[in-house]
């Protein structure tokens, strides 16, 4: 079936521009999250969700940072005034049950580069 | 606060060759481990995960790796390589409630023939 899709792929805003990232699960799967992955380094967690219902929203850097789910599939992931430091590739994944069990299925990410 | 270290950038072996990547935790409570591939221009896949039981747990593409406690180490293993396994390799553990992952800097593992 099909995997998590991410769109756009890549995307290049001026500093101080607004961004919506997308996320769309695998059909049926209740948990998703958000990631920032930095350059050389690991995902770091950003939010989740399960169904609507946003969970954890620990990770988000700033208030810049906001992210929903309002019918419990598609995620959007928003960046307000984006700053060059947000310039990240931005993952979204996706498991079958909440809880910390189960593995996550990812997405390929979406490359934001703020110049 | 949970923590993983990989403490490799980088794993060079040859092919026909084991290899090993490794991990260490640091977690209270019961860690739930996995490891995840991260090939060039896609996004990173579930390779295995300890949860409980047998220490030694088995996964895709003929990895397994091994729960040390004691340790505290989840060390990734494969008996005889193949240049297709050369990738990014991430560990991360799972202790902090639901859904909320922590993951390490990650291992690029080169495989030459």
């Known amino acids: 079936g099909a995997g998590v899709s991410q769109s756009p792929r890549y995307k290049v805003a001026k500093r101080g521009q607004d961004v919506a990232l997308r996320c769309d699960p695998i059909s049926g799967h209740v948990s998703l999250f958000w990631y920032q992955q930095a350059l050389g380094q690991g995902p770091e967690f950003l939010t989740y969700?399960?169904?609507?219902?946003?969970?954890?929203k620990s990770g988000l850097p700033s208030d810049r940072f906001f992210a929903e789910r309002p019918e419990g599939s598609v995620s959007t992931l928003k960046i307000q005034r984006t700053q060059q430091e947000d310039s990240a590739v931005y993952l979204c994944a996706s498991s079958l049950v909440s809880g910390r069990l189960y593995e996550q299925y990812f997405g390929p990410g979406t490359r934001l580069t703020v110049t | 606060a949970q923590s993983v270290a990989q403490p490799e950038d980088q794993v060079n072996v040859a092919e026909g060759n084991p290899l090993t990547v490794k991990c260490t935790y640091s977690?209270?409570?019961?860690?739930?481990l996995f490891w995840y591939v991260q090939y060039p221009n896609r996004g990173l896949q579930f390779l295995l995960k300890?949860?409980?039981?047998?220490?030694l747990v088995k996964g895709s593409y003929g990895f397994e790796a091994e729960f040390n406690k004691s340790q505290t180490s989840f060390h990734l293993k494969k008996p005889s390589a193949l240049v297709s396994d050369s990738a990014l390799y991430f560990c991360?553990?799972?202790?902090?409630?639901?859904?909320?992952?922590?993951f390490g800097d990650g291992t690029t593992l080169t495989v030459k023939p």
């Open positions: 969700f399960q169904n609507e219902a946003q969970l954890d």
């Open positions: 300890y949860i409980t039981g047998d220490n």
């Open positions: 977690v209270s409570g019961n860690p739930y």
């Open positions: 991360a553990v799972s202790p902090g409630g639901p859904g909320k992952s922590t």
